[in-house]
């Protein structure tokens, strides 16, 4: 008997955490990609959309450890299909930041890719695949 009621009870618990997964609601793939010169300046771009769209949501580009008398940086933005954006971008603590919400979407599948004005090292990120 306690065999039984044990396995009923253990098939009622995965029921439940069954239905509660088919029933939340789609999560956001959010999608980062950092160079990896973990001795120096290191660049990160990270995007919010949701997985499977070329609609990046927000766009943040990151330069940790830059130089010390920089106190904001431009970023470049760049996708073959929507070409170059510039945003500018703050020191907040010891790296320098920047986000972006494009409106519309005019980016198309493949890579996202952002630089800092002053580094060559540029990070990047694939739109769709996330």
Known sequence: MRSRARTRILTLAGTVALATLTAAPAAHAAASGCTHNWSGPQICIETTGESGHTYPGTITATWTNPPGNRSKATVYITNWAAGTHKMTAKRHGDEIK?????????????????????????????????
Do not use: H, Y
């Open 98 to 130: 920047g986000s972006w919400t494009p409106q519309g979407n005019p980016f198309m599948a493949g890579e996202l890719c952002a630089r800092f004005k002053g580094s060559s090292a540029k990070a990047c990120v694939d739109l769709i695949n996330r």
